[in-house]
């Protein structure tokens, strides 16, 4: 495993998921990402989503690297698909015709009564599924023989293995989903994630009711409300935009005022009302505020959002990224990677992450270059 790399101690769970907040960068960093090879980067991770099972939950494409927050859910060890259902999602990242093959095959295999043979044939694609290192892979691999062949170009085109790190749910997703999509902003490309087409929040905002702007909903839903049991569904689009779009305003400085709804952003809200990016339309001032109309709760998300303006590295290098017992738990897990010096593994954030120490933890106490 390298050392940039950990995997959650509860892999292979059959019941709780993982998070993974993965990042990788064209060779020597050369922006070469524009608008054609952005939409197909985000075509070929939506169609392998389809297929492995994994869900997307935050994304951004930069014009030189690319971030994805991604759920990987447990794969049961009596895990299985119907003939029917494998071949639909062969569907979604092959061609007709080879689709075709592997289901004549399995109608060979079940016309003989040969289960094994049968089982045989669902194991060459049912591997690939539910798998980090396998979506990661095979989206690299997909993206880059598009692109050599269109820049008519050979060779590796990403600068090293994509580097992940583990994330929990609940506050840590949310933060993480947010960082994220506030890249271009961060990057000067626009004053808006709404206004740029490659990040989850600009699809979720601009990208209809259906196909990938539902995916989009979607995602950003389950990386506000996994952590209180909440589904991948696009309906309570409208409640989570409320808690959103308030981190994403307050992190572009745009101060909500407590005694009226701003609209310094042009939205609006599934109902057809306007919102402003700060997300307060519907919401009282207790809601905002917090428990009680106390104003206690606001400074910390002030808090946070100004550090959503800089680059934080703990989010990239931080390995594992969560709550203090949720960090101590995955360093039990990976005991032997580290000194017997130390003993426990949650460390505060530093730099330009300070606003979440005591919040947020990392099982990587980075020293240098943390702003």
């Known amino acids: 495993m390298s050392s940039k790399r950990f995997l959650c101690p509860w892999v292979g769970s ?24 952005r939409e197909c980067f985000r075509m070929f991770m939506r169609m392998y989503e389809k297929f492995s099972g994994c869900r997307v ?21 009596d895990f299985s698909l119907s003939d029917g259902e494998l071949l639909e999602r062969l569907h979604c990242i092959n061609g007709k015709v080879f689709v075709a093959t592997v289901g004549q095959e399995l109608a060979r295999a079940r016309a003989d009564d ?26 690299l691999q997909r993206f880059t023989r598009w692109f050599n062949r269109k820049h008519e170009r050979s060779g590796t085109l990403w600068e ?31 004053s808006d994630p709404a206004d740029y087409r490659w990040c989850s929040y600009g699809e979720a905002v601009g990208g209809g009711k259906k196909g990938n702007g539902k995916k ?9 409300l996994f952590h209180k049991d909440g589904g991948f569904d696009a309906g309570k689009w409208k409640e989570v935009a409320s808690i959103y779009r308030r981190l994403m305003g307050m992190a572009l400085e745009r101060k909500p005022s407590l005694s ?39 400074l910390p998300e002030l808090s946070m959002a100004k550090m959503l303006r800089c680059r934080v590295r703990y989010f990239t290098d931080g390995a594992v990224i969560g709550s203090k017992e949720f960090v101590n ?9 580290f000194s017997e010096r ?22 990587r106490d980075l020293r240098v270059r943390i702003g």
């Not at 709780?16 to 524009?34: E, M, N, Q, T, W």
């Not at 690319?66 to 859910?73: D, T």
């Not at 919401?283 to 109309?293: H, I, K, R, T």
């Not at 738990?329 to 990677?337: G, I, N, Q, T, V």
């Open 14 to 37: 059959e019941t709780k998921p993982a998070i993974y907040h993965c990042v990788s960068r064209v060779v020597d960093r050369r922006f070469v990402l524009g608008d054609e090879e």
């Open 57 to 77: 939950l935050s994304y951004c494409v930069m014009s030189n690297h690319f971030h994805i927050l991604l759920e990987v859910p447990p794969k049961r060890e």
């Open 114 to 139: 040969n289960e094994e043979w049968a089982a045989e044939i669902h194991a060459r694609f049912t591997y690939r599924m539910y798998d980090l290192s396998e979506f990661m892979k095979t989206v």
């Open 160 to 190: 090293a293995r994509y580097t992940s790190v583990i994330v929990e749910s609940g506050i840590a997703a949310r933060t993480m989903a947010a960082y994220i999509d506030l890249n271009p902003v961060r990057a000067g490309m626009v």
């Open 216 to 224: 989009a909903r979607e995602g950003l839903v389950r990386a506000c």
């Open 260 to 298: 009226k709804v701003q609209t310094s952003y042009a939205g609006a809200a599934p109902d057809g009302s306007a919102v402003g990016i700060d997300g307060t339309a519907g919401m009282n001032d207790a809601e905002f505020l917090g428990s009680g109309g106390s104003g206690s709760a606001l």
């Open 329 to 337: 738990e995955a360093f039990a897990a990976a005991r032997e990677r």
């Open 342 to 363: 130390r003993k426990d593994g949650a460390r505060k954030l530093r730099g330009t992450g300070a606003a979440a120490a005591g919040t947020l933890w990392s099982i």
